[in-house]
């Protein structure tokens, strides 16, 4: 049976964006059929099967438009399976040790009995938007800590849940 997957992502400067496209790559590698979109641009998941929404990290909360859609589509994704990550760290303790989901992401989660979470490093580079991140980089704290064999391991993980629903 094929399953339909929907990969949302809420990000600023593209690296939840990233995390999620490498998500969307191994589940259509393991037989899944696979969308990906800006969490503010999904109007419906009732044609998915199973869902994965990414947030970037931004002063300890969720990226508003990943807070949003699942605020917004909490009913239907309360009816179908649903994996959570975060994106953010800019040191790779992400890569080190697992990083328990910020306060409102545990609330999501209880909320939509999601399946699990993740916490992945982040990356902010030159021409980041935004005076904090602009400040970040400026100051030699940024960089890409995104972590993508960990990223693609999660993922495959979830295929298998996946295929096993």
């Known amino acids: 049976m094929t399953r339909n997957v929907l990969v949302a992502y809420g990000t600023t400067n593209g690296s939840t964006e990233g995390i ?9 590698k393991e037989g899944l059929t ?8 999904v109007s419906d998941v009732t044609p998915y099967d199973a869902v994965v929404v990414g947030g970037g990290l931004y002063a300890g909360r969720w990226h508003k438009d990943a807070r949003r859609f699942v605020r917004r589509n909490a009913r239907a994704l309360a009816e179908r399976p649903v994996w959570l990550f975060s994106s953010g760290p800019l040191d790779p ?17 209880k909320r939509l009995d999601a399946r699990g979470h ?34 693609e391991q999660w993922a495959a993980r979830v295929a298998g849940e996946i295929t096993r629903v």
């Open 20 to 28: 999620a496209e490498a998500v969307a790559q191994v589940l259509r």
């Open 34 to 41: 696979v969308g990906t979109a800006p969490a503010g641009t």
């Open 93 to 109: 303790s992400a890569s080190e040790r697992d990083i328990p989901p910020v306060p409102g992401v545990q609330r999501l989660m």
């Open 118 to 151: 993740v916490t992945f490093g982040g990356c902010l580079r030159e021409g980041a938007k935004g005076f904090v991140a602009r400040m970040i980089v400026r100051n030699g704290k940024g960089g890409d800590f995104r972590d993508f064999p960990r990223i």
